[in-house]
């Protein structure tokens, strides 16, 4: 749970947020020591989530980046999509009034159902509810999407998340006894196409019938 004041002592402007926490390509996470874009940021309000996701482009350069300039764009949901994709607007440079807006006020904003809160993007449509909002430096992306949920209960998961293999006991058992079987039952049919081919070698007279059924056994092995 996390309680931020805005302006205070634990909140940082919006641009700081996305330069230190964001874009640092040596920041990494304080619980698995992982880099920042390999990891997934949501932060849940009320009936809202907002997710933040952060990539690293190489092919990509925007200019500016030497100068600390942000660009932010963004992309309608709602509105038909172009080759594929949803629409993009055009990338313009963080003002500074953007930069020094509060982290804090900032997703109080992304959270806010008031009309005075919700900006209308170009195109008519919500700019918090129903675009895709990107923050580009250098050769890092980040965006955040907001979503609708509905909060049946609050649990927290532990800081690291452990996905391993449990191996269960009857799990073994079982897959024992089927190779067995499947072992037992081919070993058996081996053994009854060796008999016939002994039969056939030792007595090539005994006629067509037994080169028949040497015939269908090897068919199903085959």
């Not at 997934?40 to 009936?47: I, N």
């Not at 963080?94 to 992304?110: N, P, Y």
């Not at 009857?170 to 024992?176: D, F, L, P, V």
Request: hydrophobic share 40%; with cysteine; glycine share 8%.
């Amino acid at each position: 749970l996390l309680r931020i004041k805005f302006y205070g002592s634990f909140d940082k402007p919006l641009g700081r947020y996305l330069h230190d926490d964001l874009f640092d390509q040596t920041s990494c996470c304080q619980s698995c020591k992982d880099p920042t874009e390999a990891h997934v940021l949501c932060f849940t309000h009320q009936q809202g989530n907002l997710t933040i996701n952060i990539r690293r482009l190489p092919s990509v350069k925007l200019p500016g980046e030497r100068d600390g300039k942000i660009w932010m764009w963004h992309r309608c949901l709602r509105c038909p999509v172009v080759d594929g994709v949803p629409p993009a607007t055009q990338r313009v440079v963080m003002s500074d009034a953007a930069w020094g807006l509060s982290f804090g006020k900032f997703l109080e904003l992304s959270f806010s159902n008031h009309a005075t809160a919700n900006r209308v993007a170009t195109c008519g449509h919500s700019l918090q509810r129903d675009c895709l909002r990107f923050y580009g430096f250098g050769s890092m992306v980040v965006f955040f999407r907001y979503s609708p949920i509905d909060v049946l209960s609050v649990h927290l998961p532990p800081s690291v998340l452990e996905f391993g293999y449990i191996k269960e006991k009857w799990i073994t058992k079982e897959a024992g006894e089927v190779l067995y079987s499947k072992v037992e039952t081919l070993y058996l049919e081996i053994s009854d196409v060796l008999e016939q081919l002994e039969t056939k070698v030792l007595f090539p007279g005994i006629g067509n019938e037994l080169s028949d059924a040497y015939g269908i056994q090897f068919a199903k092995f085959g």
